[in-house]
């Protein structure tokens, strides 16, 4: 948006920004540079049973303490805080995001706070520990959702060839493995990885060739099985145009030779590229993108609600090969798990819960400080376990707060100014504002 679009649509913002925060499903206070809530929208009454009427307008540590420190502690230092785990109550478990905010001339106004509810997903993993874990994994789970697996399984039985779309490490490889064993037929399963070949040496490698010796080419090897080629958009488009031909008309010929050969295979094939850059790039020739049915493998932060059941898999494997029991996931732990994105997706995630078999050998939970550092939360009690500022508590507190400070100090008033972080000028006040002289 140019300078001025900005200026005109400027004095506007402010009638979009109190819709937009309600529309949210997460829980958005807004306090001042004092604590006092100035805005408390609908999901954050809902989530936590205090009404905006009861709340706005009243010190935010009058209701939570700890969520008042970390305020304090983000407008003090100037810094957001970001993806920070709370457990109000044993049933709410949410993710804190923190930031300060400044006027135009740079002064600190006051601070957001936005909190997700992740309870779902805790209860889910609670759920799940309730049942035997299976050695495998299951295909809902592996696949995605119910919809998928039965169009999967359709376009399979119907023999129809499927590219797979999706980052690296979505398990692109292992819904091939598992289609092909579905189809129960009796060759084998044989892997061509485009990548690793040499350009010049990618026709006879897939084909075969024939000259003075025969040699077998993967879709030889794949004879009445299924061949999965990984990477296939690093074909030349010769090669592919060659291999959109063979899979219209059932048949090819080797490089060097003038004999028809029976297709007779299953084909997979996958690609890091999503369909919208296949078609962009025209990576892929538009008569072999044509011959497979195309289907994105969702990545791993696309998939928050299969973390439970995937971590509970990977860890029974993992402790399997460890010979250990299996632990269970704690709740910060799960929450942790399902806040990061995992960019790595599968392997990351097996990464990760094989190092934490390695930190809780024997251990019946595994906490968020058993996950690799990249994975772990910091807890809102670890971040407000330092002495608070006096400023984030109610009243009631602080008067509570001074008078122990005095009584610990023996009366002695700059010795109970030290102690509680405030000037001997702010202690004689607070002391006259509570009756405490």
Not at 30 to 41: A, C, K, L, M, P
């Amino acid at each position: 948006m140019n300078v001025v679009n900005e200026q005109h649509f400027g004095p506007k913002m402010n009638a979009f920004l109190g819709p937009l925060m309600e529309a949210s499903s997460d829980a958005i206070t807004i306090v001042d540079t004092e604590g006092f809530v100035i805005y408390w929208n609908t999901s954050a009454a809902d989530m936590y049973g205090v009404a905006r009427t009861e709340i706005v307008g009243r010190k935010i540590g009058d209701f939570f303490q700890r969520e008042s420190v970390m305020l304090f502690q983000v407008m003090e230092s100037g810094n957001a805080v970001y993806a920070v785990y709370h457990e109000p109550r044993p049933d709410l478990h949410v993710i804190i995001n923190t930031v300060p905010v400044f006027d135009e001339e740079k002064q600190l106004i006051g601070a957001i706070s936005i909190e997700r509810d992740v309870s779902k997903y805790v209860k889910l993993n609670a759920e799940l520990y309730s049942k035997p874990a299976g050695n495998a994994l299951p295909d809902a789970l592996l696949l995605g959702k119910a919809d998928d697996i039965e169009r999967l399984k359709s376009m399979n039985r119907m023999g129809y060839s499927l590219l797979l779309t999706g980052e690296s490490g979505t398990g692109k490889r292992a819904i091939a493995e598992w289609l092909h064993d579905e189809s129960e037929l009796e060759g084998n399963f044989v892997s061509f990885h485009c990548s690793s070949i040499p350009e010049g040496l990618l026709e006879a490698e897939l084909f075969g060739f024939q000259g003075d010796e025969e040699r077998l080419g993967k879709l030889d090897t794949a004879h009445g099985g299924s061949l999965y080629i990984k990477d296939v958009q690093v074909l030349p488009h010769p090669i592919q145009e060659k291999l959109a031909r063979a899979m219209q008309e059932r048949e090819y010929v080797r490089v060097g030779g003038t004999k028809p050969i029976a297709l007779d295979c299953q084909l997979f094939a996958s690609t890091v590229l999503s369909q919208a850059e296949l078609e962009l790039n025209s990576l892929l020739s538009a008569e072999l993108y044509y011959a497979f049915q195309t289907h994105d493998v969702p990545s791993l932060r696309e998939r928050q609600e299969d973390l439970p059941e995937l971590c509970r898999q990977l860890l029974a494997q993992a402790a399997e090969r460890a010979s250990t029991p299996v632990p269970s996931l704690s709740a910060d732990a799960l929450t942790a798990i399902t806040a990061f994105d995992w960019p790595g997706n599968l392997p990351q995630l097996r990464n990760a819960m094989d190092y934490a078999i390695a930190l809780t050998h024997g251990k019946r939970n595994v906490n968020a400080g058993d996950l690799p550092a990249y994975a772990r939360l910091t807890t809102l009690k670890e971040l407000t376990e330092q002495e608070l500022p006096l400023s984030a508590h109610s009243e009631e507190m602080e008067r509570t707060l001074i008078a122990e400070s005095l009584q610990r100090a023996n009366g002695n008033k700059a010795k109970a100014a030290r102690m509680l972080s405030i000037s001997r000028g702010a202690l004689y006040y607070k002391m006259k504002q509570y009756g405490l002289e």
